[in-house]
């Protein structure tokens, strides 16, 4: 398997643009999550699926972010219009099951620059 | 709330020394335990969970962690290290379904 399929791998754009981010979770994984890594928060939880069902969004930092996930093969974190702060990177990862234990697949990131 | 404290934002060891990374948690319900690592340019990848059990939990590369409740923490140990397990290490609870909470990462350097 190919594992946790990001893309773009870097995006550079400039404030007020809209950005959107890409994920291809792993196949036959049934569980997705939009994770956010910066070094003065660290990692954080933004928002996760279940059976391409929004379960819990509380991370999400403002509504200038949404999440959709058309499919069971396809999710994107989309930002408009974009910020400075919102400068970080972007992973998505995906499990079997949503369950205490489960094991989290990380796809490679996204390095999003907004300047 | 849970928490996840990693008291060491850097470590350098020797390779073939061995080394330990900090780990304390706060929670004030029952927790299941991750460490994770991540390698330069990539994203993470398990390196060993507590579920139950056994306190002493075994995972992948050599490396080894000890569950203490009394002292809520969660070290991380490898007896001796490699230049490849130069990376940033992260521990991680969890208390519900799907809900990770990650500290601040440990940067581990391996000099030759």
């Known amino acids: 398997d190919a594992g946790v399929i990001q893309s773009p791998r870097h995006e550079v754009t400039e404030m007020g643009q809209e950005v959107t981010l890409r994920c291809k979770p792993i196949?036959?994984?049934?569980?997705l999550f939009w994770y956010r890594q910066t070094m003065m928060r660290g990692l954080e939880l933004l928002i996760y699926?279940?059976?391409?069902?929004?379960?819990?969004d509380s991370g999400m930092p403002e509504d200038r972010f949404s999440a959709k996930m058309p499919n069971a093969s396809f999710s994107t974190l989309k930002i408009q219009p974009s910020e400075p702060r919102d400068s970080a990177v972007y992973f998505c990862a995906s499990s079997v099951e949503l369950l205490f234990g489960e094991k989290l697949f990380f796809g490679s990131g996204t390095q999003l620059s907004v300047l | 709330a849970q928490s996840v404290t990693q008291l060491d934002s850097q470590v350098p060891v020797f390779e073939e020394a061995p080394v330990e990374l900090r780990c304390n948690y706060s929670?004030?319900?029952?927790?299941?335990l991750f460490w994770y690592v991540q390698y330069p340019n990539q994203g993470l990848q398990l390196l060993l969970k507590?579920?139950?059990?056994?306190?002493l939990v075994k995972g992948i590369n050599g490396f080894e962690a000890e569950f203490n409740k009394s002292q809520t923490s969660f070290h991380l140990r490898k007896p001796s290290v490699h230049i490849s397990d130069t990376a940033e290490y992260f521990c991680?609870?969890?208390?519900?379904?799907?809900?990770?909470?990650f500290g601040q990462g440990t940067i581990l350097t391996v000099h030759p």
């Open positions: 699926f279940n059976n391409n069902v929004p379960i819990d």
């Open positions: 991680a609870v969890s208390v519900s379904h799907g809900k990770l909470t």
């Open positions: 196949s036959g994984h049934n569980s």
């Open positions: 507590y579920l139950s059990g056994s306190t």
């Open positions: 929670s004030s319900v029952s927790v299941y």
